[in-house]
């Protein structure tokens, strides 16, 4: 079985601070990990994933992340934030099937990002 | 471009109602899936499909059921609403390789 746990429900930052949001996982077998931000609205869009290649994965609108496997870890983070980064992401996390994955995602519950000018 | 497109966007029904929430994509995607978003829990798995004729349970699947008659669909019916399942339903799909999810809008419902 796999979980996520995402570390803070909400999470408060102003423009061009560092935004840093934190996910676990649990996994007995290799994962794959994502993260995606949902606009007010709007659907799930993909900002990064990890596939075992680089542990550091850069992703869309300046995004990053780390996977640290001693950590069970996959934080987000941005340098500087921007008022257009409100909105709420999400961990999720799949199985390495061999090399390939079947999409079945499990997602943590969540991380509202707000960003003060 | 290739999409993923669910209607009704928004509906209202009340207790004891079947209800249908279709599902459209044209990724020509394999996998299927349905989630239900609802605050503090995050997207919950109700039903998936790993092709036409396949269907499987997910984490949250009672009350609901779905079929998959072809690539392109996969409708999620609610075969007799309750207050309950009032929710933001979210289809997604995705091909063979990193399990990488492509969303649709989703579709907000209420049981009253």
């Known amino acids: 079985a796999q979980s996520v746990t995402q570390l803070g429900s909400h999470v408060s930052v102003s423009e061009g601070a560092l935004v840093l949001l934190r996910c676990n996982y649990s996994s007995s077998v290799p994962p794959y990990l994502f993260w995606y931000v949902q606009y007010p609205n709007q659907g799930l869009q993909l900002l990064l994933k990890?596939?075992?290649?680089?542990?550091l994965v850069k992703g869309i609108n300046g995004f990053e992340a780390e996977f640290k496997k001693s950590e069970t870890s996959f934080h987000l983070t941005k340098p500087s934030a921007h008022m257009s980064d409100a909105a709420e992401y999400f961990c999720a996390v799949t199985r390495n099937a061999g090399g390939t994955s079947y999409g079945k995602l499990t997602f943590g519950q969540g991380t509202i990002l707000t960003v003060h000018p | 471009d290739a999409e993923i497109t669910q209607s009704p966007r928004h509906k209202i029904t009340e207790t004891g109602r079947q209800v249908t929430l279709a599902c459209h994509q044209t990724w020509n995607h394999n996998n299927m899936f349905w989630y239900r978003q609802d605050l503090g829990h995050g997207l919950r798995l109700i039903h998936y499909s790993y092709g036409v004729q396949d269907t499987n349970k997910g984490e949250v699947s009672d009350g609901y059921s779905v079929s998959r008659s072809n690539t392109e669909d996969l409708p999620l019916t609610l075969e007799s609403a309750a207050s309950s399942q009032t929710s933001v339903y979210f289809c997604a799909s995705s091909g063979q390789g990193t399990g990488e999810l492509f969303f649709g809008e989703g579709s907000r419902l209420t049981v009253l």
């Open positions: 990890y596939t075992s290649a680089a542990t």
